[in-house]
């Protein structure tokens, strides 16, 4: 998916559209996503300036925007809105700096009703940055 396609599925846009393509997408199972991380992100102007690192916080909702294309590019949940509904387990091993590019890989675990869990691995270089599970709620 491209960066249209993928605006078509999230209502997300600047500068909280943090997915710059999918690369891989298996609909209402997983999918697997590009961040390019560049100095020129909002965020850097505050966060650690002389040093800028990317917040974790945001590492977290760029894994869940791209499991929120695994989920709403099924049809069966293609009117609906994917909300982040929390967070478990997640990890962070390594800081990320302007001119990494994250891959991030989300898997569906389960869906009951309108509550999903799904768990996310964002790597840089093949190398584990941050993992970990978090909840959804879907809303038409």
């Known amino acids: ?18 997915v710059d393509k999918i690369v891989e997408l298996i609909p209402g199972k997983s999918a697997v ?27 977290i909702e760029a894994a869940a925007q791209v499991g929120a294309c695994a989920i709403l590019s099924d049809e069966r949940y293609k009117d609906s809105l994917a909300f982040l509904a929390g967070v478990d387990k997640f990890r962070f091993k390594k800081q990320v700096i302007p001119g990494d590019i994250l891959i991030i890989k989300t898997e569906l675990i389960t869906i009951k009703g309108s509550i999903g869990r799904a768990k996310g691995e964002i790597r840089v270089d093949e190398k584990l940055v941050a993992g970990g599970e978090f909840l959804f709620a879907l809303s038409k």
């Open 1 to 18: 998916m491209n960066i249209e396609e993928i605006m078509k599925i999230l209502p997300h846009r600047y500068p909280f559209l943090l």
């Open 33 to 59: 996503g590009v961040k390019n991380v560049t100095i020129n992100e909002p965020y850097f102007a505050g966060h650690f300036p002389g040093k800028p690192v990317m917040p974790g916080v945001l590492m």
